[in-house]
């Protein structure tokens, strides 16, 4: 089993800047590619932003690309999501999730292991 656990969500105005991290735990070595989605209140799970195991590529929604950016430090089993020029849409609890597979896919059934998430919350 792979223990995820998100923090670094906050309340923060529109145009600020967050970073994200999720934290791996337990046998890592069944994790792969790991990805960002968010869910905002009424709506269904999206995708946001995934990474493959080296880091050597990375797949964006639309609706953040120029704007997120993912990243990730094996060393430590952590993997970052870099927001910027935040907008009151992006208000959503965000969650970090991994697969056995190093293919960052978009669809979430595809993903094996899940965090609780970390809320964050952009003002107008």
């Known amino acids: 089993q792979v223990q995820l656990v998100e923090s670094g969500g906050g309340l923060v105005q529109a145009g600020d800047s967050l970073r994200l991290s999720c934290a791996a735990s337990?046998?890592?070595?069944?994790?792969?590619?790991t990805a960002w989605f968010r869910q905002a209140p009424g709506k269904e799970r999206e995708f946001v932003a995934a990474?493959?195991?080296?880091?050597?590529?990375?797949n964006y929604a639309d609706s953040v690309k120029g704007r997120f950016t993912i990243s990730r430090d094996n060393a430590k089993n952590t993997v970052y999501l870099q927001l910027n020029s935040l907008k009151p849409e992006d208000t959503a609890l965000y969650y970090c999730?991994?697969?056995?597979?190093?293919?960052?896919?978009?669809?979430?059934?595809?993903?094996?292991?899940w965090g609780q998430g970390t809320q964050v919350t952009v003002s107008s």
């Open positions: 999730a991994s697969r056995r597979a190093n293919i960052p896919v978009v669809r979430p059934t595809q993903y094996d292991y």
């Open positions: 337990g046998r890592t070595v069944s994790s792969a590619a």
């Open positions: 990474i493959n195991w080296s880091g050597t590529i990375a």
